[in-house]
């Protein structure tokens, strides 16, 4: 790597027509090593990107922001992102190319650094100039052990960080930036096919991989209150689970079922209701990021891990949240 | 008055006595080979175990207990009498014949006077026996019909049985008719039956005897040489099995191999894979079955509706491998399927009512092996037991976190962890529910405080105490389970006199019954025994607690500390003392407790087949209106924790376990 | 239809107590490392094999380029059912490229005429994220990332892949392909402790590499202990096995603050609560 990282690049993954927040911790940290090389930001972005988002990605760092234009799907098709971005690293010659570790950036970096032969560090934890060296510090063993990195042979570095690792910076609403925009590059040699894209909604998603999650426990009483429990997570887009009881009852199908005989669930929103949290449950979805819990008994052990914990009464309370919750969302589009 | 007597081989010519015993001793030949053939077969399985003389004397008293006896058989069912008269009937009049033998062939002469008058009596009486009983066989098994007779042939030897009895009177009575002997009356049946040939004259008298005679010799003759080519070879061969058979616990199950032997390369495989790899004691009992089904009605998970009658695997696996193209080498994946292995809980019910002491948990525990060597470990399974190979507990906790169970413990209850120093006369293990289960917790620290009550020195091994393997074990995964058993017994034989006390009745059995193959010898008690032995000492001050008045208690009788190990009275003892309330028993206690479905690793992965065996039991519970469930294992407090938690009766119905009682009782 | 599917396994360390690295910083004490095999690995090892059960392939064999201490998770691998195990030697280092390693990796495949390779498409240590499109680079191949199932016909390969929010792409490459698999994708089949000790016996062929033209990428400076308190480590995706899960709560990975707050109330004041929480969380008006 050149002792000066002036040219310092972005490749901002977007999902959705929304930016995705690591994108945007990648500008933060390209923008505080070109603050101290005295250099400049290059977003990256394929696609249509509304100005909105494009003003979002000024605030964030970039200078510049080039937009390749891709044909009609939004969806990432690797050869032509990587014949495009290829072909621009190669005629721009950047000192420093930022991904995000998202399945897209992930991929596409490797394809890109693997083609043209550049030295690629993924799944980095910092960027630091050392001894008049910059050196990649990469975590080892799980987390353990970080070991120092530097590339050995010339062209553009590729670092990957996935998200939460560097943390969001902050946002400069005055800031602009250059847009440009670049034609897409047609590979050679096309060598996968894009088949189909299937959409996942909230009812066909597998659990493992929902968002949100509305949990159904034995407090609800009968199989009919199942459907509040929908309300709500239809009005939040989010996917209905429930305990192993619920499942045994009958009341939702097996596929439904968080534990540790049934899935283990991440969700950033874990709703649970109506459920006390034996060991075996608890086992399938403590590792939710927020979790908010509905149970009339104080006592119930759902509300050691909760953070919201409300004692009071589900059925009563779900129509009137997802009615609320349908009113809110409804004012945030408007 | 002339001696009584009779004439052996009345109107019998001396010819017709030569073919009579030629036939005899074909009959006898053919009888012997069959049993031969039997034996060929049981020699294709391993050569292991090597019979000794050891406890010859309780081997012996154990099988004359069984057979003449047949306890088993009576507690059943109304069939255990019939089975007796049958039994008896035949070997009485089996017996009596073969005294003619000696009478005739030796020099002795015994055969009149006193002795052929209670000989005359005797065999008619039983004679009569056993005609009764043919009769109530033959009623029982093809008028009303119970579901667990479907299937074997006995149809055969009833039927030849009922001929014997019949055609013997008749011939009897014909006899009587003929010589109209003065002591006639010593033969009441017979006498009866020449009662009615009172209009037939002599002559014809004769002849029908001698006809009648040998149609009766020959049915004999037909009825011993098929012995041994239908399931009446249980005759023959349930004696043996009783005499022979592996005497092991219930609770035990068979080391196939040492986990050293394969390392270093002394055996080449992981037995057990093919059929050939059964010892030939499970061959031969597999020869005692009688099909009478008593083990298919125990079974909690053939009354679930699980795919598993344990009399059909044992009838299977005989009709499989004990004829004549019976292969050793056929794979036992082909014999006994996936679901029918799985869904035994090795609760041994089936095998606590065989009359004929089959060992069906073997079979079923081998087939495991098997499938879990061939990669069918289902994924809940392999869950499980990928948890337990890499934490060494089942619940995937840190091994630090052994001790939180210790946190906050009320002023006066101490625990200490052993290697401290300090002198201690118990060693408390405490298990992975007691370390890691919210309820196992809760008994952990009743136990504690119970011991710190009570003065006794006790420790507990802390980190260093790893899952004993039972869950590993009773999966198949013998590998895992003696990877775990060896450390384990590494760690003990640290303190190899202590008493250990354990308060979960699978570490109980696992320790006491199974690690003495693998070198560990340790004195170990269940916190039940302990417990009731201190209150009876006097060594905890008692006051019953509860309710009082009209609340009842009942208790659930832990397969692996009742059946497996005869523990039954200690809990009732405690509760006793410890609860002011009525103890019923539930339909099935004791001996015939029905299992609370956790057992054979059934705790730690979803069958998902038939009916919940849990929900069973704990209906068997409200049915007594008991207001408490006392029980002595974690596992089958979870079980029934799972019931209630979704049922509106646990509202009314707590489940205990016998140590947070007693605790109860005896806070100051 | 290809014969023979050839399943890259590569070893990630783990470190049992604390890391006890060598003054110069290049080397970490042998006894506290562990080397097992990537969860990832492992999934693609079981993909192959449900493959050969199926009849499509008829030979599983598997490659890992690592040192003789790691040759355990070949071991292991042939315990799971894997027909034979080459394992190219590289020497004692514990960092090595990634992209010089699998340039020797695809190179010992192309001279095997391999067509079809399955490997994992994410690690611990983000080596996942790279080797499966070195090795495609090697081999000429197409590279398939995120596979959470594969259909393989007689000249090509469809595969459905993750991506973010359960969405599914299907891609479609003609062989040769190297696949990489999700590590959601399946759970890999429980190993026997008596199969992996029988799986010793079986003789894994070591392979010295060629001396490779290309030079190595990146290079180690030194290695450093963490800081107990990292502020997060690479998250896996959904299904991880509880021994990676636990190293990264050890290694201080997701912190989790919680407050105690209780609400209680009628029905609609305490709603109006939650609805605030959510809000503030940003849970309304869509997910991320």
Known sequence: ?334 | MDEATREIFFGISGFERTAFFTLAYASLSIFAGGLLLRMFYWARGASYPKLTFRSLGNRTAHTLWHVFLQPRLLKASSAGWLHLLIFWGFLILFVGTEILTVEIDTPLSFFSGTFYLVFSLTTDVFGVLLLIGVCMAVHRRYVIRPARLKGPAYGLPLTLLGFLAVTGFVVEGLRLAHSDPAWYAWSPAGALVATMTESIETPTLAAWHHDLWWVHAVIAFVFIATIPFGPLRHAVVAPLNWFLRDRRPSGALTTPYHLEDLKSGAIDRAAPEIAGDFSWIQLMALDACTECGLCEEACPAWVAKRPLSPKKTVVNLRNNLNRWSGDPSIPLRQLVGEAEAWSCTTCSACMSVCPVGVRHVDYLVDARRVHIMANQASPTMASALETLRVHGNPFGMGAEQRLAWTANLPAGTKVDIADNGSEIDLIYWVGCSGAFDEQGQKTARAIAELLSRAGIRFAVLGPKERCTGDPARRLGEEGLFQQLASANITNLDKHKDTKILTSCPHCFNTLKNEYPDFGGHYEVVHHTSYLAGLVAEGRLDVRPSGAGGNSVVTYHDSCYLGRHNDIFDAPREILSAALSANLKEMKSSRTDGFCCGAGGGHAWFDLDKGEKINAIRYDQAVETGADTIATACPNCHIMFDEVGSGREEAERLQVRDVAEILNEATRS | MSEEVFVVLQPDFAINGRASIARDGKSIAQECLSLTSRLADQVALEQALRLREKGHVSRVTCVAACSSAAEDILTQAMASGADRALRIDTGDDLYIDAQAVGQKIANEITGLNGELVFTGSWSGDGNGDLMPHVIAAGLGAACLSNTMNVEISADRVQIERRIEKGHRQIWEAILPAVVAFDPSATAPRYVPVAAQILARRRSITVIDPVLSVEQPATALRKFIPARIRAKRVSVAPAHQTVQERMQATVAGGVSKKKSSTTLSGPPHQVADQIIAFLEERKFLGGAE
């Open chain 1, 1 to 334: 790597m050149s002792t000066d990282l002036k040219n310092i690049w972005v490749f901002v993954d977007h999902m959705e027509s929304r930016v995705r927040p690591v994108s945007l911790e990648l500008l933060g940290e390209a923008r505080r090593i070109a603050n101290e090389t005295r250099g400049q930001v290059d977003a990256v972005v394929f696609g249509k990107c509304s100005e909105q988002n494009l003003g979002q990605i000024a605030s964030y760092g970039a200078d510049r922001i080039r937009v390749v234009e891709t044909r009609d799907s939004d969806s990432y098709e690797p050869d032509i992102y990587t014949s495009s971005l290829g072909t621009l690293c190669q005629s721009h010659k950047p000192d420093l190319v930022l991904f995000p570790a998202t399945t897209t950036g992930a991929d596409l970096s490797a394809r890109i650094a693997t083609a043209h032969l550049w030295p690629i560090f993924p799944r980095a934890i910092s960027i630091r100039l050392r001894e008049g060296v910059w050196e990649v510090t990469r975590a080892l063993a799980a987390g353990k052990v970080h070991a120092r990195l530097i590339p050995l042979i010339d062209g553009p570095c590729f670092v990957t960080f996935a998200p939460d690792v560097i943390g969001i910076s902050d946002e400069d609403p005055t800031r602009e930036a250059k847009v440009t925009q670049d034609a897409c590059a047609t590979p050679s040699k096309t060598l996968i096919e894009m088949k189909d894209f299937i959409r996942a909604t909230p009812d066909t998603i597998d659990l493992a991989e929902a968002e949100i999650v509305v949990s159904a426990g034995r407090g609800l009483c009968r199989p009919e209150n199942i459907g509040l429990v929908e309300d709500l997570a239809a009005a939040l887009g989010g996917s209905v689970g429930g305990t192993r009881v619920v499942v045994d009852l009958g009341w939702l199908p097996k596929e439904r079922q968080v534990g540790q005989t049934g899935k283990t669930v991440r969700p950033r929103l874990y709703i649970a209701c109506g459920l006390s949290g034996a060991t075996q449950h608890i086992m399938g979805m403590k590792q939710s990021e927020t979790i908010v819990a509905i149970n009339t008994d104080p006592g119930a052990p759902i509300f050691k891990i909760a953070d919201l914990a409300a004692t009071v009464d589900a059925i009563q309370i779900l129509p009137i949240l997802a009615e609320k919750c349908a009113r809110k969302v409804e004012e945030d589009k408007a």
